[in-house]
């Protein structure tokens, strides 16, 4: 994945996932209206038996429909909820070979086809938009901007404060080998500075093809003599899920700490790893 | 070591528990000497404040001897006789050089668990939930003090420790609701709660010169601590007059200039409003039952200041914001700075200004605590203070 493109495309992502999942909202809607409006007609149109019961199941499918499209308008992102629908559709139909119209039933089929592959591709696009958006977040520290962009910069340490990464090893000037621990297992990748003002910012990028990340951190005084605003900005594939907003917060918390306290702060319940009552732990494990 | 722990709700047993050990160089264990029962502990005990775990020690009000430094404790050495003040504080962040030391920046490493349910999160404090950190309690035979080099108090010869545990918190904090009170001169201030924290604020208001000070509960033999010992100057038992009426009685129409609410979420009342506040705090839908806190702010004078003191968990229904706003009214509030409060009330006690040994009416073991949760719970036996000793 090229990052570079991922980070000036989420709007336009965004927007195309937008446009598709809102068509389909207004197809759920027109279809929706046919079922509960004029089930027999449609019955005979999609070659369904004409039972007693058939018209009651079509409303009831419509009304399942309208409730998505209503959905989708309320929230794009709520796309994913037509490929239940699509799912008891297709059983349905299925179900109605016993003895309906065939001729007239696999076309059906075919539509339904069609329809759910738009729902797949509309419910990874609204995925993807959510994942494209940077993680960002920020936090005043009671030093100055030079002091924070030195500890910032001295990558070897980054550790300390940045829960999940085993250890960052500098290369020369520009690039940096960084290992990380994640819930799928050891990451390891090389990074490299891509811009960078010395006591105002750093920016950088991973230079290995399977771990795309980009990040940028700037450090500016703070209004009122209050020392530091430091703002962090993330981009990472989403698979990772390394670099949520959470845990980025969490560093700049940490990182808070170190430069304001001179070191990570723990409680009795934190001081291990899991959960744990707020009374000593056993053997002092240190997190 | 022995330990007060919350089961659950209405729960807490004496359990044995590891040893505290040093775990930031700033820290410092300390051997507990006494420690005290809070109207906060009585939240936890009856369940209205989240983020409570099986196990976690209770207590926040301790003092004791300094046992181990951390190497980065400079100020404290072994031996050292501290009282230790219930927020835990780094001295160092924005916050914390602003004087607000129980909105510490540093101290709470849960804060993202706080910010989730307030916004933004508050120093960490001992013995009082998750959300504000996971730190174990005081009410047990040792406790690891992080930031020993800000907090801790040290205690000249001389002092008992019942003369100085209430540094902690409760006398600060009465001190506190009164100062925020801005009182001055021919000032009438109201308290609601004569318990412990009213108290200490009636005795504060009267150091800091109110012409007159109104108590309300009802308990009447917390009333009369608050006439006899304390030095308010009327009391009102709500069981027994009409508040509104009583106040305007005794302030010419005008409403008292400060009202300060030492009663907090889990306050008594009769009639509707208390049933609906009550049902909903049982149901889980609220956290706060604000009987107290309406009833300060429709009575407060014009333009004058309502200091809450009483604690406050989650969100708050029916809120007198019309009454709040259209008569220009302040409210002060917050968990207590102690940090900032203790070296000058303990130059009040050593002057002989206050006596804070008037509140306790029962002394007991550490391994009594149990029994004394219910007591104080119950208002049996007269009580007003439980102090433990380890
Ligand atoms: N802000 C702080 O830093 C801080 C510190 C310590 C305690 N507190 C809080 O202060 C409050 C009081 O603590 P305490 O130890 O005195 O507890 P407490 O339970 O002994 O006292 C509360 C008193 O309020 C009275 N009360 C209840 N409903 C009332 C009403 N509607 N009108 C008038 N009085 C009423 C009760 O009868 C009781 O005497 C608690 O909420 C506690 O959590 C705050
Ligand atoms: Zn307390
Ligand atoms: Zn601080």
Known sequence: ?287 | MRANCWMGKKDVRVETVPDPKILNSRDAIVKISSTAICGSDLHLFNGFIPTMEKGDIMGHEFMGEVMEVGRDVKNLKVGDRVVVPFPIACGACGSCLAGLYSCCENSNPNAWLAEKMMGHSPSGVFGYSHMLGGFAGGQAEYARVPFADVGPLKIPNGLTDEQVLFLSDIFPTGYMGAEMCDIKPGQVVAVWGAGPVGQFAIASAKMLGAERIIAIDRFPYRLNMALEKAGATDILNYEEVSVREALLELTGGRGPDACIDAVGMEAHGHGIPYAYDRAKQMARIDFDRTVALREAILNCKNGGVVSVIGVYGGFVDKFPMGSFMNRSLTMRTGQCHVHRYMQPLLERIMNGDLDPTFIITHRMQLGDAPKGYDTFLAKEESCMKVVLKA
């Not at chain 1, 297709?90 to 179900?95: G, K, L, R």
């Open chain 1, 1 to 287: 994945m090229d990052i570079q493109t991922q980070t000036e495309g989420p709007e336009i992502a965004d927007d195309r996932a937008q446009r598709l999942a809102k068509g389909l909202g207004v197809f759920s809607l027109g279809l929706g209206l046919a079922e509960v409006a004029a089930p027999r007609a449609l019955a005979r149109l999609i070659g369904v038996d004409q039972s007693a019961a058939t018209p009651w199941i079509l409303r009831a499918l419509g009304a399942r429909e309208i409730g998505h499209g209503l959905g989708i308008f309320a929230r794009p992102k709520s796309v994913w909820t037509r490929l239940i629908g699509d799912a008891i559709d297709v059983a349905y139909v299925a179900w109605a070979f016993r003895d309906g119209k065939r001729s007239r039933l696999w076309p059906t089929m075919g539509a339904l086809a069609a329809v759910g592959a738009l729902d797949v591709l509309a419910t990874l696009a609204a995925k993807r938009s959510e994942f494209s958006k940077p993680v960002t977040s920020s936090m005043t520290i009671n030093r100055s901007p030079e002091e924070c962009y030195a500890r910032w910069r001295n990558f070897s340490q980054l550790p300390q404060f940045m829960r999940y990464l085993e250890s960052v090893t500098e290369l020369d000037e520009r690039r940096s080998h960084w290992v990380a621990k994640s819930p799928i297992g050891v990451l390891e990748w090389d990074a490299e500075i891509t811009a960078e003002l010395p006591g105002r910012s750093i920016a950088w990028q991973s230079v290995s093809p399977h771990m795309p990340l980009r990040g940028r951190v700037t450090f500016e005084a703070a209004p009122g003599g209050r020392g530091t605003e430091i703002c962090v900005e993330m981009q990472t594939a989403p698979f990772a899920k390394l670099f949520t907003r959470a845990e980025v917060n969490g560093d700049l918390r940490r990182f808070k700490q170190v430069l304001e306290t001179g070191e990570v702060v723990v409680s009795d319940a934190t001081s291990v790893p899991g959960l744990h009552p707020a009374q000593p732990a056993p053997q002092g494990v240190r997190r």
